[in-house]
């Protein structure tokens, strides 16, 4: 995805992704070296960073806001999908840089209704309404975020700080903030995601692993887009990938 391109989710494949055009990939590439903190030492490669817009019937849902690297052409990707006046809420996977820098610029670009977010770090914003929520590990809470917009905020147990994925029931899509980071093409390693994970060598990562393919099975997945990496789109994929996602994560743990 190169950075001035607005992507469908379910781009390539959207016989089989249901509400096509509901949701796209927004943001843009960048290399991965020894600057990248979640990027293992021996990969180099470009990589994309990825922000979700879900559009709504009366309005739309941004899911993250990219990062500054990336600032002109997420709201250059905004104007070509909404219109002027369009009214847009935000979703903050996670209240880290990657996920909420942009939120300033935005603001003085559009109107921005409301910011949904978890944890407790100061997210910066100038005049849009805070929304922190509340969801304990290993559970869901179903959202009306924006008016025809409803989502599911899941709390997963793969994590660092608090974090959110967030589902679509409309489109099947899963977002998952910074899991399932390891898509890319040929040769794609679920362990190369989980860099960041460290602590994982002390733990016993088993319960982990089986909320993963418990936050997968238990719903309708059609698509799996990460905030970094390539998305993956197709049921079929999306549990395959849970699987090896979920195998990466047992094997790092302690036996």
């Not at 559970?139 to 700080?161: C, H, K, N, Q």
């Not at 960041?196 to 997945?221: G, M, N, Q, Y």
Request: glycine letters at 10%; one cysteine or more; a negative charge.
């Amino acid at each position: 995805m190169s950075p001035s391109t607005v992507e469908p989710l379910s781009s390539g494949l959207e016989a089989g992704f249901p509400g096509n055009g509901r949701i796209h990939r927004l943001g843009g590439d960048i290399l991965l070296d020894e600057r990248i903190s979640w990027c293992p030492p021996d990969v180099r490669r470009s990589q994309p960073v990825n922000c979700y817009l879900i559009r709504g019937r009366s309005g739309s849902v941004l899911v993250d806001t990219g990062i500054r690297l990336h600032e002109t052409e997420v709201l250059e990707q905004l104007d070509r999908v909404l219109s002027p006046r369009e009214p847009l809420s935000i979703v903050l996977t996670r209240t880290e840089m990657e996920c909420c820098l942009n939120l300033p610029a935005i603001e003085a670009h559009r109107q921005v209704e409301a910011v949904w977010y978890t944890g407790g770090i100061t997210v910066p914003r100038a005049a849009a309404t805070a929304k922190r929520v509340s969801v304990e590990p290993g559970t869901a809470l179903e959202v009306e975020v924006m008016d025809g917009v409803v989502l599911e905020f899941i709390s997963p147990l793969l994590r660092l700080l608090p974090t959110l994925w967030i589902f679509d029931p409309q489109s099947g899509a899963l977002l998952t903030s910074d899991a399932f980071t390891h898509g890319g093409g040929a040769g794609s390693d679920p362990r190369d995601g989980l860099r960041k994970f460290r602590w994982f060598s002390e733990a016993d990562t088993r319960p982990i692993a089986r909320d993963v393919l418990r936050i997968v099975r238990e719903r309708d997945v059609t698509a799996i887009g990460p905030g970094y990496g390539a998305p993956f789109v197709g049921a079929g994929e999306c549990a395959e990938e849970a699987e090896r996602l979920a195998a990466a994560i047992r094997e790092q743990g302690i036996r």
